[in-house]
């Protein structure tokens, strides 16, 4: 494949978004199974709190609706039938569609891993919008993977042929068959849950039963061998699909992938961390999660929150985000050594927040919800270019690089695919309830309706820019309930809450809930002030190296564009399995003077739009950097050095070099 084939520029990008393709009309109207008799099963595990189900949030106007938006549209432009060409060619059924590039070329041995993602963010984004007609394409799509199953005639449903699995077995060289698996998997029960697709959950069923007779000529010595190849989150899956159906044998078989060899040694609190590949961990943990769920097993739980302790609290940046190069190569603290361009997969960020989301479940501790908000602001949004929908592999830590996206057509990276779910769900974790308590527990512009309780509550803010958090309800009769809202573990200047009006005694401290119990009727209102402050965040093992944030968001100085040019702010897409590599060097970022301990005090705010005049750049075209920092709108000026210095928020920064941890040296 040739880069003139390939590359694509900034036109015809735009000219492809616009070309949204159809499937055929007689796939829409395919023949639908009957609904099958289901014994779903409930959790075994105490659930404290709950999210509430997508369609029940909706996002209001501000920047996570902007990127959702931008998503949704990424997604229309996916062509189904080029989806479908190698699951086509493997089932020997015909196809002329043109191939996909990146990851999804046909000779890729991942290929396939992305029809599970799209299957999965087009049934979270039908859950999070109501576009129906994107459900209507997804349903096309998964009627279409039916035949091909049908073709292959054992269930077997993949791009690849099913001699891929035997070379798990023979120990040959293979990418990570399971993981693409469960991608597929994945994306049907997705499509079933959140669409009420039968055909995907019927195409899935026949999918478990391939595993299982698989599984079932493997002992179990031979299962922890083949365990050693990355296989996504099989167990999750499986154990996702025994909660739908209640039979014993999808949780049996779920078991066959937990994997005692990660599991054992975080049951007893040993961080054996070092060395592996991070986000093949954190999706076994997800299948760990669901397995205490669901049977209440106490070692399960003992092992994810370890798991959770050790990658948040200990091997985590000042993002949020955890890895190096996709791995943790030290021991837990150890991170100053590790800043390059390949740090934080954001799949790792995906997942822990998936993770997140199920210890929020069993213990709401607001320590899990201020770890959510700081890997949601800096691991999540600031990852997908806001002008074309486009995401990133990782974000580059180490000072002097820049953000490098993928192409809409040639990239597919495992990255892509957990981009293209991430941004599907963003209103997922802003509220969570139980019995007679609603949580707010991040600060986005979004609506929830709980109709059990006859109940709407409206959020409007224009958080971060603004430190106003306005609360309204609409009730169908008065309701009695526990408002609890995150007081975040920054807010140490003083936050407030008032109710209709009146300033409220009873406000929490930071990294606490203030609960607001009272009898609630319509119209009634809360406004919450939560001012935030920069403060240092320095490397565990390192005083001297230190990122500096404003509230939940990491700042990022900006260091100009010089050397780069728009090709490389995309993947190379002539190298489909390296492509994610950075092309070009990065530039030092200077060693910044602290005039007094509190850098508050010399990190200061100025007006872009007015002083920019002032401002120098350490390197490349004023014009352009100018133009994106008044953009970004908090923009902090660093007093007291060399030369003039500006940080914005790490993700608003787009299209230039950066620097987020910085040498430090006391005046
Ligand atoms: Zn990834």
Redesign the pocket.
């Known amino acids: 494949m040739s880069v003139r084939e390939t590359r694509v520029g900034r036109r015809e990008f735009g000219v492809r978004l616009a070309a949204a393709a159809p499937l055929a009309a007689s796939t829409l109207t395919a023949e639908r199974p009957e609904p099958r008799r289901l014994r779903p099963v409930r959790e075994a595990a105490p659930i404290q709190a709950r999210p509430f189900p997508l369609n029940r949030v909706r996002l209001l106007s501000g920047s996570c609706y902007t990127l959702q938006d931008r998503n949704r549209s990424y997604l229309h432009t996916l062509d189904p039938d080029r989806l479908l060409h190698t699951f086509r060619l493997t089932a020997g059924l015909p196809s002329n569609a043109r191939q996909l590039g990146g990851w999804e070329r046909p000779d890729i041995e991942l290929r396939g891993h992305f029809m599970g993602h799209y299957l999965s963010a087009c049934a979270l984004m039908y859950g999070s919008t109501g576009d129906a007609l994107l459900k209507g394409k997804a349903s096309a799509v998964v009627a279409e993977l039916g035949k091909c199953q049908k073709a292959n005639a054992d269930g077997w449903l993949s791009a690849f042929p099913s001699d891929f699995m035997q070379r798990l077995v023979e120990r040959l060289p293979v990418w990570a068959p399971f993981y693409t698996l469960h991608k597929i998997l994945a994306g049907l029960v997705d499509m079933y849950q959140h669409c009420g697709d039968e055909r995907a959950l019927t195409i899935a069923l026949g999918m478990a039963a391939w595993t299982k007779r698989w599984a079932d000529a493997r002992s179990d010595a031979e299962m922890a061998r083949i365990l050693e190849v990355e296989y996504g989150g099989m167990n999750e899956v499986l154990y996702n699909l025994h909660a739908l159906t209640g039979e014993p044998a999808h949780a049996d078989l779920a078991h066959r992938f937990d994997e005692a060899r990660l599991i054992d040694p975080l049951v007893e609190g040993r961080d054996e961390l070092q060395g592996q590949h991070a ?1 093949t961990q954190l999706a076994k943990l997800l299948g760990a999660a669901r397995r205490y769920e669901l049977t209440g097993e106490e070692r399960y739980r003992r092992c994810v929150e370890f798991f959770w302790q050790q990658v948040a609290l200990h091997r985590s940046y000042c993002t949020g985000g955890t890895s190096n190069g996709q791995r943790w190569r030290t021991k837990p603290g150890i991170l100053a050594s590790e800043l390059s361009s390949t740090t934080q ?3 790792c960020t995906h997942n822990m927040l998936k993770l997140t989301r199920h210890l929020f479940g069993w213990n709401p501790d607001v320590r899990y919800a201020d770890f959510y908000e700081r890997a949601f602001h800096n691991g999540i949004l600031g990852t997908m270019n806001p002008t074309d929908g486009m995401t990133t ?1 990782y974000v580059p830590l180490e000072s002097g690089y820049w953000k490098l996206f993928g192409l809409p057509f040639d990239s597919f ?3 892509t695919g ?1 981009g293209v779910e991430s941004f599907a769900k963003l209103g997922d974790s802003v509220f969570f309830h139980d019995e007679r308590s609603l949580y707010v527990n991040l600060f986005v512009p979004a609506r929830v309706q709980w109709p059990e309780k006859g109940l709407t509550l409206r959020q409007e803010t224009r958080f971060p820019d603004d430190d106003r958090i306005r609360l309204e309800l609409q009730c169908e009769k008065p309701v009695s309930l526990a408002l609890r809202i995150r007081i975040p573990y920054w807010a140490t200047s003083g936050a407030t809450v008032s109710l209709n009006g009146e300033p409220q005694d009873a406000v929490a401290s930071p990294a606490s809930y203030c609960t607001l119990e009272r009898t609630w009727k319509s119209g009634d209102r809360v406004e919450v002030r939560l001012p935030m402050k920069v403060h240092a965040h320095p490397m565990p093992d390192d005083p001297t190296l230190q990122a500096f944030m404003y509230g939940p968001l990491v700042l990022a100085g900006a260091l100009g564009n010089e050397g780069i040019s728009y090709e490389m702010m995309y993947a190379d897409p002539v190298n489909a399995r390296r492509g994610e590599g950075m092309r070009g060097q990065p530039v030092a970022a200077p060693e910044l003077v602290a005039p007094s301990a509190d850098p508050a005090e010399w990190i200061r705010s100025f007006d872009s739009a007015v002083e920019l005049r002032d401002v120098e750049v350490v390197a490349g075209s004023p014009g352009d950097w100018s133009r994106a920092l008044a953009e970004a709108g908090l923009t902090f000026r660093i007093a007291g050095q060399a030369r003039p210095l500006s940080l914005v928020p790490l993700n608003r920064l787009f299209g230039q070099r950066y620097a987020v941890y910085w040498r430090v040296r006391q005046a």
């Open positions: 986000n997969e954001c799949c592999f990276w495992c990255c957990t």
